[in-house]
């Protein structure tokens, strides 16, 4: 099975290829295709990951060779795939959370005339990211990298004919590609000091490398992550990419897209090594992105907005747990793992609750949906309970284990990144709580025209699935550091470190905060009544509002410059370089003319202009003589 791992990239990328193809035709039945492909896929990758449980842990990393792809000069590249651990949970979280995302999508775009050429863009993003992170080497791994940002790009805008969807989709593939500059700098740095782009020989050459060297390019990956997972100052794409349909949103959020950044640093660990001030930046904007995420998601009264902000600040931890080195590697991936079972149920949810209530997404329009939507209330509850960090739900045991590990170190940074690890345990607890009591609890604030009602079954059994792995998923992976273990053969070995304060004060300090935080949402969102229009705030509140202004910063400091400087050069370009070549052009054209005219065709003006040389040669003539 490990050997037939290309058929994990193949079957959706082919069954995207059809169903593109195929027409009109394939509208009965081509959403069938891409369930059953997403569904294969997933067999496949079970298949390959019950053969490796088998091999020792030295032995679980496969290579499989594809073709020869770039075989010229200085760059000898082969196109191969590196099955391990790593990429193997990534593997069976795409295709697993994947397969669920689309048998949902079945009903919710039931009534939508493209419904087949919606699937055949979600295979081609599962394919992609499974591209990602198989690929055994940064060039291949950057041909999943953009991949997925063109099935982004289309997935967002599916719906193109809102002007506002389509701007949200070409944001979100603008500022990706600022991230892929970084990318592809990288590469060319590996390609320069290092000689290679593949995995294995930038690897093993990295620890020969001067610590510039290695800082540049983790340096440069940090930007690409903070692309493609929206962490800060790349951030502001994630709100507007809400735009799309809800399984998109749900699939970007919990399986692909924001987790390629996370993927990136984690494999790129042996540069980290060498370069700690590059390591230390990932810790930083995963700290700092953490917090901004919760402080916007506090304000957003859009419940896939909120949602969109909770993603942020949860990526942020996995970049805070990615950022801290051998000690938090594998508790990033294991939060990874178990975010993407809760996030994709509580988007799930969210897209529950709008079909609904008639695609309402203002959560000051719900109110006491708990007793139309039972089936729903429970799932999303259970998710809520698990980003909270409830024991013994799955939150508890990967995000408390990052803000543990953040506490380890010496100095200020255990205090400055455990810190703020641990107020955005608290602000999480605050703003899920109150999206949702604001959309579950509390008095019913529908229009006259909203019969919320519960979704049909094609619907609600990929949330009670996907709210069971919400529940015990983590458990299960913690027992006996089951995860972590596993993760060894790329993590490696790390003894347990203490932090400085001890883990049942972070654990007790951790709980309070979340007691605190949702108590403080129950008091004003569930036992008080939610006015239906946001009312007036404070300068703080409209800052989140609005995205603590990211738009209006990039307007400023990049568009407007960009736009007067763009404007200058062609203005230069047109009055200097042109219209000197311009001016050039135009003295030989009257040059030209005024010969031409002279050749007019009449002999009696031709014998005169003899007559005229003659004179002048005569002139000459006796002039030199003299």
Request: glycine share 10%; charged share 10%.
């Amino acid at each position: 099975m490990l050997d037939l791992t290309w058929l994990l990239i193949a079957v959706p990328l082919a069954s995207s290829i059809v169903l593109m193809l195929a027409g009109k035709r394939a509208n009965p039945w081509g959403h069938w295709v891409g369930v059953a492909a997403s569904g294969s896929t997933f067999i496949v990758g079970l298949g390959a990951f019950i053969q490796m449980l088998g091999l020792d842990s030295e032995e679980r990393a496969h290579a499989v060779h594809l073709f020869s792809w770039i075989p010229g000069g200085e760059l000898n590249l082969d196109a191969g795939l590196l099955v391990d651990p790593l990429s193997m949970t990534f593997v069976l979280l795409v295709s697993f959370v994947g397969t669920l995302i689309h048998v949902y999508s079945v009903a919710y775009m039931e009534h939508d005339p493209n419904r087949r050429i919606f699937f055949a863009y979600l295979n081609l993003f599962v394919a992609a990211m499974l591209l990602l992170v198989l690929a055994d080497s940064y060039l291949l791994l950057f041909v999943g990298w953009e991949g997925v940002g063109l099935a982004s790009y289309l997935l967002i805008g599916f719906w193109n004919y809102k002007p506002e969807y389509a701007t949200a989709a070409k944001k979100a593939f603008v500022v990706n590609r600022i991230g892929d500059i970084g990318l592809i700098i990288a590469m060319g740095l590996m390609f320069a000091y290092l000689g290679a782009v593949d995995f294995e020989t930038v690897f093993a050459e990295a620890p020969a490398a001067s610590t510039a060297t290695l800082t540049a390019i983790g340096l440069t990956l940090l930007l690409a992550a903070c692309g493609k997972s929206a962490q800060f100052p790349l951030q502001s794409w994630l709100g507007d990419a809400m735009a799309g349909p809800t399984p998109v949103s749900a699939l970007i959020h919990a399986a692909t897209m924001v987790t390629a950044g996370v993927y990136l640093i984690v494999r790129s660990a042996p540069i980290y090594a060498g370069a700690p001030a590059a390591q230390t930046a990932v810790a930083a904007v995963g700290a700092f992105t953490l917090v901004l995420g919760a402080l916007i998601g506090m304000a957003k009264d859009d419940i896939k907005k909120a949602l969109a902000a909770s993603t942020m600040s949860q990526i942020g931890y996995m970049m805070l747990a990615a950022g801290l080195g051998p000690v938090g590697y594998a508790f990033a991936i294991f939060h990874l793992v178990t975010h993407g079972f809760f996030k994709a149920g509580m988007f799930l949810g969210a897209g529950s609750v709008m079909h609904g209530m008639k695609d309402q997404v203002d959560m000051r329009r719900y109110g006491a949906l708990r007793t139309a939507m039972v089936t729903t209330w429970i799932t999303f509850g259970l998710g809520w309970l698990a980003i909270l960090g409830i024991p013994p739900f799955s939150g508890f045991w990967s995000k408390d284990k990052i803000i543990e590990s953040a506490f380890v170190g010496e100095g200020a940074q255990p205090w400055i990144l455990g810190g703020a690890a641990l107020i955005g345990a608290g602000l999480t607890a605050f703003y899920m709580s109150r999206l949702f009591f604001m959309t579950f609890h509390g008095k019913a604030r529908w229009t006259d025209d909203q019969h919320p009602h519960e979704s049909p079954a094609m619907m609600t059994v990929p949330m009670i699935i996907l709210a069971v792995g919400s529940a015990f998923l983590g458990l299960i992976l913690a027992v006996g550091d089951r995860f972590a273990v596993w993760l060894e053969p790329v993590t490696g070995h790390v003894e347990h470190h203490e932090p400085v304060l001890p883990v049942p004060v972070l654990i007790a300090a951790t709980l309070i905060l979340v007691a605190l935080g949702v108590w403080v949402a129950w008091r004003k969102y569930g036992a008080a009544d939610v006015p239906e229009t946001a009312p007036a705030a404070s300068l703080s509140t409209i800052a989140a509002r609005n995205d603590m202004f990211q738009d209006s910063v990039n307007r400023a400091v990049f568009e407007r410059p960009g736009t007067h400087l763009t404007r200058t050069l062609v203005y230069a370009d047109a009055a200097i370089v042109d219209a000197a070549v311009d001016k050039q052009a135009e003295a030989w054209g009257k040059t030209g003319e005024t010969v031409r005219r002279t050749q007019n065709g009449q002999v009696r003006s031709y014998a005169l202009t003899m007559l005229v040389g003659l004179v002048i040669v005569i002139i000459i003539v006796v002039q030199g003589g003299l």
